[in-house]
């Protein structure tokens, strides 16, 4: 397995929020910061609990270096075989893959050489947007193509119905060799996509069971563009790694996960400031701030049913 190295960690500087900066009526006081810390002292051994009873398996993929092998060597034995790589998801499967991408990669990669990029160029369809789809078709040559199609469900409607249309485009250039120019990453027995799959004989890679699509991105759903990319994922595992350790520790005050959700709390319940705003100024970190409203919308929102006025 590659060498894992060590990391930064990452400063929360929240002093920006706290009432001494912008006044009681606004901000945290010291004293609602130190009561919330200690009111919210189990949450470290509560979410150990849910992990060991397969609640939060999320948590456990930065540990999975098999998966992380064979993703590798995967990429390794076929990056050189193609000028373009597609990434057919939405939500999950789409916004993680973008903000690995535009995070950790040259931000005009697509113009490198293939040399420099280590990897095809990249692109990430999402929406069924027929001018989009019709301008890519456009510059891509299908016998230079791979495509990674990711539903877990294997019936999400936007996904598989551009999954339909670039099969029809490989099918009319390529026929029957059209299958090795596609991946699926599915369910690892059930589903639509997974039955398609095994007839046509496509590549494959697993959603882990126990995983929701908004979480999976340190699964294959977002690690197999990453090594097509030429990104190393055994150190984005190992980065995950790192920062799961800090929030394991038994210190609220040493937990900037922690830390973040009870700001949010307090500012929310006491203080009346019920709008969230991510705003990344690198131009690099600008899809995190789309992924970060998909993770927060659908990890919150859908436990709030909608009331009937």
Request: charged content about 25%; proline content about 4%; some cysteine.
């Amino acid at each position: 397995m590659a060498e894992r190295g060590e990391f930064m960690e990452i400063r929360y500087d929240y002093s920006n929020v706290m009432a001494q900066a912008v006044g009681e009526d606004n901000g945290i006081t010291e004293e609602e910061m130190s009561q919330s810390l200690k009111s919210h002292e189990s949450v470290p051994r509560k979410l150990e609990q849910l992990r060991a009873n397969g609640k939060v398996d999320y948590m456990n993929l930065p540990y999975d270096g098999a998966m992380a092998d064979s993703i590798s060597d995967f990429a390794d034995s076929l990056r050189y075989k193609f000028e373009n790589f597609v990434v057919l998801g939405i939500g999950g499967s789409s916004l993680g893959n973008r903000t690995l991408f535009d995070a950790l990669c040259h931000p005009f990669y697509n113009f490198l050489s293939q040399e420099k990029r280590r990897g095809p160029r990249m692109f990430f369809v999402d929406n069924t947007d027929p001018d989009y789809l019709s301008g890519l078709f456009n510059i891509l040559d299908p016998a230079k193509t791979l495509i990674n199609v990711i539903t877990k469900s294997g019936s999400t409607a936007e996904t598989m119905a551009n999954f339909m249309v670039f099969v029809g485009w490989l099918k009319k250039r390529l026929h029957n060799n059209y299958a090795k120019h596609v991946i699926a990453t599915t369910d690892p027995e059930e589903g639509a996509l997974r039955k398609i799959a095994k007839a046509e004989g496509f590549y494959t890679f697993p959603v882990p069971r126990g995983v929701g699509g908004r979480f999976s991105v340190l699964s294959a759903v977002g690690l197999v563009s990453s090594a097509f990319a030429g990104i190393d994922v055994h150190r984005i595992l190992a980065g995950a790694e790192s920062f799961d350790k800090r929030i394991k520790d038994s210190k609220p005050e040493n937990n900037p996960a922690l830390i973040a959700a009870i700001i949010h709390n307090v500012l929310d319940r006491k203080k009346g400031k019920h709008s969230a705003v991510f705003m990344p100024y690198a131009q690099k970190l600008a899809v995190s701030a789309d992924w970060f409203c998909q993770l927060w919308a659908e990890s919150l929102g859908k436990n709030i049913p909608r009331r009937e006025k």
